[in-house]
Every structure is written in structure tokens, then in C-alpha cells.
């Protein structure tokens, strides 16, 4: 079964800084797909981004990148010029590429604490 | 933007008795599932739901759970005879088939 770990329980980081969120993973499948969910404290997921294990290049999605480097089963997130309202739960997780498999599943979560 | 949605968004219940929680997925999408969260732990799956049958379930998802698709837009998670470790987060989720668009959960807590 494949598993997520997210091995810094909590972060923080000074407004307008950059911060990287680390996520390793283990599966011995090479088709499948990696996300980052932000999870406010309203409790709401929300996709920040998301990488198919297929494209080399990392995804980016404005102050948002990911450093995927696969044979190592690594996801990091970074956050650029941070913003207090990126303070959230930030989860990492994995879903399979194989048919009939859709399920995600996530690490034990970080939380991101931005100081002002 | 179209958007998941649930209701209730807060339940709380009797330990034994039975709920059912309510989700609008995104009109277009083709999978739906379950996952609940304890809360300060992580997002668990549930179950998934695909042309009108589960398709994949854990091993949380026991007799007491049972997912049903009424009509053309709802999908309704029943616990039979809640017990206290219950209490959780319950998050529907809807995709086209990669990531999940999630709904703002509901809140369930038996006493």
C-alpha cells in the first residue's frame, strides 16, 4: 500500500519569505499523481497544486512551485513571498494512476504558521 | 465556479442512531467519494463511488456505512448506528477523474 510522509509536524515563516514543505512518499507503482491540499482552519481542502508523475517538469502555480524529484519519492512544496493567509494545514498526497484506484491519500499534514 | 456542496454542515447525534450526510457534487464530474477527518489527524478515505456503484472502499468503510446516489445530483453517506469514534469531519469529494474538488465537510458529533 503506498504511504505519504510528511515529516515536519509544523513550520513557520516570516511574511513575504519562502517556505518549503517537505512530503516523501513510497509506492512501487510509476504511474501516478501527487497534490498539495491547504486545509484553512475553516477546515475547507483546498487543491493548491498538483504534479503527474510522468512530466518532469515541476509544477508551478503563481507563488506556488513543487520540487518532484521521483527516484528520490519526493514532493516538497515552496511557498514564495509567504502571505498571512497561506497559514493553513498543508497536506501532501498521492494518488494512484491505475484504473479503479481514484482514492487519495494523504500524510499526516503540516501546519504553516506565517508571522507578520 | 461550480462547487461541492454539504449539508448539514454541523450534526450532532446520539451514539446509536443513524445519519445520513448529504453532498452535491459538481454536475459534470464522475467519481465521488467519502473521507472523513478526526479531528488534529489526517484525511482518511472512506469510499468511491462510480457509475452507480462503489468502486473502491477501507477498511473504516464497514456494514454500518452505505453510500447511495438517489437522483441525478445527490450522494448521501448513511452510518447506521453511530458510535462515538464517529465524531469526525465527513468531506465529499468529486472529480472528473484526477484530483478531488472537496466539499466544506460536515461536522458530526455523537454523544
Known amino acids: 500500500a503506498q504511504t505519504v510522509t510528511q515529516s515536519q509536524p509544523e513550520m513557520s515563516v516570516q511574511e513575504a519569505e519562502t517556505v518549503t514543505l517537505s512530503c516523501t512518499y513510497d509506492t512501487s507503482e510509476s504511474d501516478y499523481y501527487l497534490f498539495w491540499y491547504k486545509q484553512p482552519p475553516s477546515r475547507q481542502m483546498i487543491l493548491v497544486i498538483r504534479?503527474?508523475?510522468?512530466?518532469?517538469q515541476n509544477a508551478t502555480e503563481n507563488r506556488f512551485s513543487v520540487n518532484f524529484q521521483k527516484a528520490a519519492k519526493s514532493f516538497s512544496l515552496k511557498i514564495s513571498d509567504s502571505q498571512l493567509g497561506d497559514a493553513a494545514m498543508y497536506f501532501c498526497?498521492?494518488?494512484?494512476?491505475?484504473?479503479?484506484?481514484?482514492?487519495?491519500?494523504f500524510g499526516k499534514g503540516t501546519k504553516l504558521t506565517v508571522n507578520p | 465556479e461550480p462547487e461541492v456542496t454539504q449539508t448539514p454542515s454541523h450534526q450532532v447525534t446520539q451514539m446509536g442512531q443513524e445519519v445520513i450526510l448529504r453532498c452535491v457534487p459538481i454536475?459534470?464530474?464522475?467519481?465521488f467519494y467519502w473521507y472523513r477527518q478526526i479531528l488534529g489527524q489526517k484525511v482518511e478515505f472512506l469510499v468511491s463511488f462510480y457509475n452507480n456503484e462503489i468502486s473502491e472502499k477501507s477498511e473504516i468503510f464497514d456494514d454500518q456505512f452505505s453510500v447511495e446516489r438517489p437522483d441525478g445530483s445527490n450522494f448521501t453517506l448513511k452510518i447506521r448506528s453511530t458510535k462515538l469514534e464517529d465524531s469526525a469531519m465527513y468531506f465529499c469529494?468529486?472529480?472528473?477523474?484526477?484530483?478531488?474538488?472537496f466539499g466544506p465537510g460536515t461536522r458530526l458529533l455523537v454523544l
Open positions: 498526497a498521492y494518488r494512484s494512476g491505475r484504473g479503479g484506484s481514484e482514492k487519495l491519500v
Open positions: 504534479q503527474e508523475a510522468y512530466k518532469q
Open positions: 454536475s459534470n464530474h464522475l467519481y
Open positions: 469529494a468529486s472529480s472528473e477523474g484526477l484530483a478531488g474538488d
